[in-house]
């Protein structure tokens, strides 16, 4: 019995000191009266890219918002948004350039007119530079030949990153002209929920006997990312 009312009673202190801080919380924003929010934004969401981050956001009520700001590296930077509110749901997108590559936590806040601001709602986003440029390595050629018969070259390719989006060809035809040919991720034909993926033989019509094949690699760190980053063109010997 003497057990249950002390633990009744650590129980009845705990709940007290935490109403008695929740209470100083509310107590701090309510010293000049009742505070007014803004409404936050919605479905935030950043994308990578080449030293810079794109942040896009849905402002979906509280027609007095007149702008948004955006903070990172922990509040020292900042970016001011105007918005010009419609009576529909309106979409925000903002750029960031000139960021170190890195990984950076963004916090938005909306206010209006009156500086009456929102709670903060957070994403994080990362920049790519040098470094991730630094690991991107072109697809390599296991073989490449020249298809008398065809007039074409057949490239058999070895494996390819994950990250890779399409590698790009250039090529001279019978008629002496530069040809350019691009390879992408192809969707599995009879089964959609299959990963895309790249073939591993490329067929190039009309190629010029004994000349070569110029190619690069494009890759995207993320899917949704807005930048693509290349390798460098190598040139290909065709036998």
Known sequence: MHMKKYITGVFACML??????????????????????TARVDSLKAFAGDNRIALSWLLTADPKITHCRVFWNNGADSLNVPVQRTSGVDTVRVT???????????????????????????VIGTSYGTVYQGT??????????????????????FGISPDAVAVDIEYTNV?????????IALKHPTDPNRPAKFQDTTFLEGFKQGTEIRYRTAYKPEV???DTFYTQYELQTVQ
């Open 136 to 157: 991107l390595a072109n697809r390599p050629v296991r073989k490449a030949s020249y298809k008398a018969a065809s007039e074409r070259a057949e490239i058999i390719w």
């Open 96 to 122: 960031i350039p000139g960021l170190n590559e890195n990984v950076y936590a963004f916090h938005v806040f909306t206010y209006d007119d009156k500086g009456h601001s929102s709670v903060k709602e957070e």
């Open 224 to 226: 949704t990312a807005i």
């Open 175 to 183: 008629a002496g002209q530069t040809v350019k040919h691009r390879e």
């Open 16 to 37: 007290l000191a935490a109403c008695e801080k929740q209470e100083d919380i509310y107590r701090e924003f309510l010293t000049d009266g009742v505070i007014i929010y």
